[in-house]
């Protein structure tokens, strides 16, 4: 089961010189990232709505699994999908 | 900062020869047998003085030293035993980092990058909560030193240091049963003399090192920052902090990660598909059952089979939805047996939950609460929305309609108004 944020949260998240995610601020708790499980890009055409975007499918030291993005074209971090 | 490094040299032979006494003073190399077309994963002190190298093949192994004893991976084993030495280690101080990967995988003897997993493991302890003088920290590393020893039976090199780098570098040089101790100010001189494959260095800058002639890291420490900085980027920079002894990096903190573990041993050995699936199923209702009374799920199924001639295989299952059902398990176990060809019979079972998370509910079909009949339900449904619009108003109930081909997961689905 997951939740997936329609209008996807907005997050702070500790990156890497290569912008991977190492930690993030959640619910105001600070969710240190374990392990990638996947990441993938997803770029859309100008002619629909301009989009690009890097996923980054994480495991938290939590447990938790969530599915994070940084906008490419605003560096911007945003919260898409919480396993749980 | 003080930091000590306890380092295991060659952890998976000392695990081996521990529990198996025979093994002592005999060349071991652990990897398989030497018809298996894999790599050597260890070997002790007595078979890498024939020649025997970490990640070499093992048939290689077998031509260069016939005598050998050659064992196979059960990394199950070892994967224990260093938990066994972490939480020891986490009983005398609060923070503990386990190994330094990084490390260890770049500089280990034989076999850069040749996929084989370290040689050596090395656990660090920050000393800043326990002791508050030299002679202090000097006595307690030295009294856990003796505890791994007479606890564990096993042997590792000790080292204590300004910080984690110089650590490790003192416990790779340091002797049996004594704790090298590096003196804040000293790092710069103790590692002047230490060799630069020490350091953290991709293959290709310690490949232009030694073209450059650059064998020690007093040579390396001796550059102007700039210079080498230009040469070699941002990695050289850091390279050369850690040269001159400047590691800024903190311990990060080692917890235990949780798993369930079930095992079987067949007497006589199991040779049918149907006493593996018996024996499965069994593990599986009691993990189950542990799953259900923690109120958890796992994400994570580890399957091990060791045969009568000494194989293991292991397969690993990492659930879509995290899960404690005996069922689905069990499809995964059928799944995997069905599968696998075995020409051997199986000695031992063993089964391993990980990735453990808070049950969770799951999500149903809004019609399958109704069970008399498709005009009943449509019927109740129609009655149950039509209360919640004169309720909420309308707009509150909709229908989602999925678009799977959707690239954008926002846009894979949208709502539409529910029309009965």
Redesign the interface.
Known sequence: MSKLFREAIKLEVEEDTQHKPIAFLYKRRREQVRETLKRWRIVQGWWKRPVMREYFQVRTASGTVYELYRDLLTGAWRLQRVYD | MRVACFFFPRFVVQVEARDNASLQGKPVIVGGHPYERKPVYDASQEALAYGVRRGMPLREAYTICPQGVFLPLDEGKYTDAFTAVLALLADCSPVVEAGYRELHSRTSQGAPGSGVSPAGHSAFVDLRYECSDSFGELRFVEEIRQLIETRLQLHPLVSVAPNKFVAWAASRVAGPGKVTVIAGGGEKDFLKDQPVCFLPASVRTLERFELLGIHRMGQLAGLSPAAVSLEFG?EGQHLWELSNGIDRSRLVSW?HVPTLKEQVNFEPPAETLHQLLASGDTLLTGLSRQLKERWQCCLRLTISMHFTNDHIAQRVFHFK??TSSRETMLRHLKQYLDSARYTTPVSEMRLTLT????E????ALISSGFSDGPRKHRESLASAISRLRQRYGKGVVGKVLAKPNS????D?FSFTEFDL
């Open positions: 941002n917890s939805e995290a990735d453990f998370c808070p969770s509910g799951r999500q690239a954008l997961p926002e894979s």
